[in-house]
């Protein structure tokens, strides 16, 4: 049901919001950076908690996982990729 573009969306507000600062700003600030949109891998994982609850999901614990805290991009892929089958395959064809 939810797309990857809705789960970065959502990582960034929440990103944003842990900052104190608007979302529009942020996606600015960090489409400056690249278009990986890198992030701060310990503030990262402080958003994984809040994610897992809001979308009923559980990210492993592994290496891959850590690797794609990195960027908005890759965490939203690993994001998306953790969803149930149903869901992401709903997604992918929306």
């Excluded at 919001?17 to 700003?25: K, N, Y």
């Excluded at 994984?48 to 805290?69: H, N, S």
Aim: charge should be negative.
């Amino acid at each position: 049901m939810i797309s990857k573009e809705e789960i970065e969306q959502l990582i960034v507000e929440l990103l944003a919001d842990d900052r104190g600062m608007d979302t529009h700003d942020l996606w600015e600030e960090l489409n400056d950076l690249g278009v990986t949109m890198p992030v701060d891998s310990l503030l990262a994982v402080e958003i994984v908690v809040r994610l897992e609850q809001q979308l009923g999901i559980d990210l492993p614990t592994t290496a891959d996982t850590t690797k794609a805290l990195r960027s908005v991009k890759t965490f939203a892929e690993a994001v998306w990729n953790a969803l149930p089958q149903s869901e992401a395959g709903t997604a992918a064809t929306a």
